[in-house]
């Protein structure tokens, strides 16, 4: 079954260290973001893609990077330069262009540090 | 650009009674509307859409939204809630021209007391 798969889903980290989320789709979509979620704050937007070797930050991008080599991977890296770094992290992806079908989600990943 | 506000960010309901969910939105374009719920400690899902035709569009749970173009309302109804009901959902809305992301709301909590 298609869908998409983020991994680990808890992950420590120690302070000054570089941790790599990893986002995988196999819906074929072109478009790929990924969210933080805090506690009252709803969604927002880290970064995202709309085709391999392209990508735009979002509203939060500070302390981030993320690259896109293939169309189903979006790996995210949360750097010691992101200074509040514990939080929910959501991975989705999407059509690109007039999308009537919305976003899927993965399941997240939760980092802690430590 | 678009906008969406939840107007309550928590709703506490007793079981087996209604509900309603309150999502208003902002746009000049036409739009698709979305609903997602996200249980704890995991992703979004699709709960409904509204692209075009009927204005009342259903779940497969027992869910309703009702599009109101001039009240830019999309609200989310239920008029029997289960405690496992208990979730966040979250309103979205995106263009229906061009590559557009994805505009969540900031969310309402529901929860469902016995």
């Known amino acids: 079954?298609?869908?998409?798969t983020q991994s680990p889903k808890y992950l420590f980290r120690k302070e000054g260290q570089n941790v790599t989320l990893s986002?995988?789709?196999?819906?074929?979509?072109?478009?790929?973001?990924?969210?933080?979620?805090?506690p009252g704050q709803g969604?927002?937007?880290?970064?995202?893609?709309?085709?391999?070797?392209?990508f735009q930050k979002g509203d939060i991008a500070e302390g981030y990077s993320v690259s896109r080599e293939k169309k189903e991977s979006f790996p995210l890296t949360v750097t010691s330069a992101q200074k509040n770094p514990t939080a929910f992290y959501l991975c989705a992806s999407s059509f690109s262009g007039t999308n009537p079908y919305g976003y899927t989600f993965g399941s997240g990943t939760r980092l802690t540090v430590v | 650009a678009q906008s969406v506000t939840q107007l309550d960010s928590q709703?506490?309901?007793?079981?087996?009674?209604p509900v309603e969910l309150r999502c208003n939105y902002s746009?000049?374009?036409?739009?698709?509307?979305?609903?997602?719920?996200?249980?704890?400690?995991?992703?979004?899902?699709?709960?409904l859409?509204?692209?075009?035709?009927?204005?009342l569009v259903e779940s497969i749970n027992g869910f309703e939204a009702e599009f109101n173009k001039s009240q830019t309302s999309f609200h989310l109804r239920k008029p029997s809630v289960h405690i496992s009901?208990?979730?966040?959902?979250?309103?979205?809305?995106?263009?229906e021209q061009g590559?557009?992301?994805?505009?969540?709301?900031?969310?309402?909590?529901l929860t469902i007391n016995p």
């Open chain 1, 1 to 4: 079954d298609g869908g998409i």
């Open chain 1, 23 to 38: 986002c995988e789709q196999n819906l074929n979509h072109d478009a790929m973001y990924w969210y933080r979620q805090d």
């Open chain 1, 43 to 54: 969604l927002r937007l880290i970064y995202y893609s709309q085709i391999v070797n392209d």
């Open chain 2, 11 to 17: 709703v506490p309901v007793f079981e087996e009674a």
């Open chain 2, 27 to 47: 746009s000049s374009v036409s739009v698709y509307l979305f609903w997602y719920v996200q249980y704890p400690n995991q992703g979004l899902q699709l709960l």
């Open chain 2, 49 to 55: 859409k509204y692209l075009s035709g009927s204005t």
């Open chain 2, 85 to 95: 009901d208990t979730a966040e959902y979250f309103c979205a809305v995106s263009a």
């Open chain 2, 99 to 109: 590559a557009q992301k994805l505009v969540f709301g900031q969310g309402t909590r």
